[in-house]
């Protein structure tokens, strides 16, 4: 999939909650003995947190890089699974307190982890048609893991935002291309009602992240003409920390094209903010030139591939806001006890 | 039951997790590489071990259904169901069939799966071969009572547990070159040390993983043999044994009185003692119960089984062979398959088609499949065609 006119990120921004909660204190609640910890340590939203203000948090920072009126934005597009309302929109909180005007298309996604990534291609098309000058795609999860599940050791709390416009000297990477897979494939879901999601174990592996996430590169990249060589950088969707580099392993992508972008070990897996923070973790250090690989994955399951290449305005945007790294250093470890009270686990 | 019937053809499936399969389309693929291996001869009757396809797989009456998807109609279609020894007691039952005088071909069919559930609902159905009322309702699992076993055991005969794993880790070796194997790679004796505990301290590579998987041989009374292969393996002796169902009333946790009473039986059966088996393919939920089964076949003295893995005595190429193609923790356990795998494997053997894991001079097999923990055993007995009792 391409737009019919060039498009390009003109800003970007992430945000992590400085809460973090070692999975190690996690297993230590549960009696695991720390032998088959997925990561080191996952972030945990605060108590006046939610997936809204981390939205907010992250589009702050894209609109600093963005250097735009907010008000020529047309458009904003929400991937979530943690929305704190079930009916009424997230976009437009964060649209009104961004101070984007009100003539404004907003609506949330939800595609498991890959919803944000779906607000990419609908800001591509919108932005390529010329129905929108500017358009905001954001990711942003604070996701819920049911206790003592494995999913506790890793749902967490995080965000990205990107701002697409059409190509120019002010876009700080142009989109390549983009490509699609979904199929039906029930490995993790969440029932209306149900405060935790349910997963298939060893199910979520070959036949549903691994099937999705490489049939969509390895077509991304026919599409384009592209082999693995040709990627400087490559993003994948990072439940844990073990399935992102088997992925690289399997399309030939050498692991340290990962390493920039490679949060989920000190982050946990953000979910819908997950590939998304990669990307911008991984324009932090890009050069003009560069080219990155970016495959979304979310249950249920489908992947979104994506070709982006840096573009010289990167050198100058990249100061205007925190990089990733700066929130991943800026940390405060939590107890357990402390945990379970910040994300509301306790009955009162 | 003895000396009536004969392998001819003999089938599996790699173990493994099959996401696009159903336990139908398993048995099928077990069935039809068994039927063809014999030249596809008409059968007259099937039978079909399951553990538990109405719980985890939604689908019951398999033996039919097999039967149908065959296009075998108007065959004797027959499921037999006794937890994880379902595929050897398919296989007895096969063999009873064939002494009655059946008047065809039949197959004997063992098939799991086990992935369409989660590993708590694994866990629970593997609990409801044990007796409910005393076992499964105090919340412990197979693991669990295994963890029990080897602590007494270590504690008893002064074992340690890097003793006892060497158990698995001789599977793990045979595993390596057998391509139906789920985990077909060596491990060494500090990885499984080093895997997650599971119930302490039992490990997670101590432990048969989960695994989906079907295997099938085909049998014909023996005077008919020679028509169907040219190396017919002989069933000298099938025996099952119900033990005592209920773990905690045991007189003494350390035995198998099912194993032992089986293994005895069927060694009188075959007119054979233990040493005229050239190899054994045990039922080794972990590895205290394949040192247990050690003991109970008489190979060693009570707390002395897992001298023999630690001395290398269970190798390929030393006395006593065991699971020579990987057993249940390398090959896999799916359920009520594990019985027929342990049959085709010993037919591999006794043709001389066991590749680099040959057992030289191969000519009498012995095979142990087990319900739970000595609920049930079935051995069986399988020698080379020119072996007479």
Redesign the interface.
């Known amino acids: 999939m391409k737009p019919i006119r060039p498009v390009g990120i003109v800003g970007y921004g992430g945000y992590v909650p400085i809460y973090r909660i070692k999975a190690s204190e996690i297993g230590r609640m549960w009696g695991n003995d720390g032998c088959s910890l997925p990561i080191v340590e996952k972030a945990v939203a605060g108590p006046d947190e939610d997936m809204t203000t981390i939205a907010y948090e992250a589009a702050r920072y894209a609109l600093m890089r963005a250097k735009i009126d907010p008000c020529e934005i047309g458009a904003i597009f929400i991937g979530s699974e943690s929305k704190p309302y079930a009916v009424k929109p997230s976009g437009t909180i964060v649209a009104e307190a961004l101070g984007i005007g009100s003539h404004l298309l907003a609506a949330d996604y939800e595609f498991a982890c890959k919803a944000g990534t779906e607000a990419f291609q609908t800001c591509i098309g919108l932005v390529g048609s010329g129905m929108a000058k500017y358009a905001m795609a954001i990711g942003a999860d604070t996701a819920q893991g049911r206790p003592a599940d494995d999913l506790e050791y890793t749902a967490a709390s995080g965000g990205a935002a990107f701002i697409f416009g059409l190509r120019s000297d002010e876009t700080v990477a142009y989109v390549e291309g983009s490509c699609s897979y979904a199929t039906d494939t029930a490995d993790f879901w969440r029932r209306a009602g149900q405060p935790y999601p349910c997963h298939f174990g060893r199910f979520t592996g070959k036949p549903a992240y691994f099937r999705h996430v490489i049939t969509a590169a390895r077509k991304l990249m026919e599409e384009l003409g592209l082999g693995p060589e040709d990627f400087d950088w490559a993003v994948f969707h990072q439940p844990n920390t073990k399935f992102p580099l088997k992925a690289a392993k399997m399309l030939g992508i050498d692991r340290k094209k990962l390493e920039p972008g490679l949060l989920v070990p000190y982050i946990g897996n953000t979910y819908s903010g997950s590939s998304p923070l990669g990307l911008a973790a991984t324009l932090d250090v890009a050069q003009p030139g560069d080219r990155i690989l970016m495959v979304s994955y979310g249950s249920g399951a489908g992947s979104d591939a994506f070709s982006f290449v840096v573009q010289d305005a990167i050198e100058e945007k990249r100061p205007l806001a925190p990089p990733v790294k700066a929130f991943l250093a800026k940390k405060k470890y939590v107890d357990y006890a402390t945990y379970a009270r910040f994300r509301g686990k306790l009955l009162r | 039951m003895s000396g009536q019937a004969a392998i001819v053809g003999v089938g599996c499936t790699k173990v493994g ?1 099959h ?2 399969l159903s336990v139908l389309e398993l048995a099928v693929e077990a069935s039809l590489k068994a039927l063809d291996d014999a030249g596809s001869p008409p059968v007259s009757a099937i039978y079909v071990g399951n553990a538990a396809s109405e719980v985890l797989n939604e689908q019951g009456n398999l033996a039919v259904l097999l039967a149908d998807e065959l296009g075998l109609r108007g065959v004797k279609a027959v499921e037999v169901r006794a937890g994880d020894a379902s595929g050897a007691l398919a296989l007895h039952q096969a063999c009873l069939e064939m002494a009655a005088g059946s008047r065809g071909p039949v197959l004997a069919v063992g098939v799991e799966k086990l ?1 369409d559930v ?2 708590q609902e694994v866990e629970r159905v593997q609990m409801l071969f044990e007796d409910a009322r005393a076992t499964f309702h105090s919340g412990i699992t197979i693991p669990g009572l295994c963890a029990l076993l080897t602590r007494l055991y270590t504690q008893r005969y002064g074992a340690s547990y890097e003793d006892l794993v060497l158990f698995a880790v001789n599977d793990h070796r045979n595993a390596a070159n057998n391509k139906y194997a789920q985990y077909p790679f060596p491990i060494a004796v500090e990885a499984v040390l ?4 599971v119930a302490d301290p039992v490990r ?1 590579f101590d432990t048969a993983g989960v695994g989906d998987g079907a295997a099938a041989v085909l049998l014909v009374r023996a005077e008919e043999a020679r028509r169907f292969s040219d190396a017919p393996v002989r069933v000298l002796a099938s025996e099952a044994v119900a033990g005592e169902a209920c773990f905690s009333s045991r007189e003494d946790l350390l035995s198998m009185s099912s194993l032992r009473k089986a293994a005895t039986r069927a060694l009188k059966r075959a007119g054979m003692v233990i040493k005229d088996v050239d190899f054994f393919e045990l039922h080794n939920t972990t590895s205290v119960v394949g040192v247990l089964a050690l003991e109970e076949l008489g190979l060693a003295e009570r707390g002395e089984g897992w001298r023999l893995a630690r001395e290398g005595q269970i190798a390929i190429g030393a006395d006593w062979p065991v699971n020579t193609m990987g057993g249940l923790k390398g090959r896999g356990h799916p359920w009520g398959a594990t019985g027929l795998y342990q049959a085709v494997e010993a037919t591999w053997q006794l043709r001389g088609e066991a590749g680099k894991n040959q057992v030289e001079g191969a000519e009498v097999g012995l095979t142990h499949n087990m319900c739970g923990l000595d609920s049930l055993s079935c051995v069986h007995i399988l020698a080379r065609w020119e072996v007479r009792t």
């Open positions: 997790e996401w696009e992935t989660m590993i080093n895997s997650p505990l997670l």
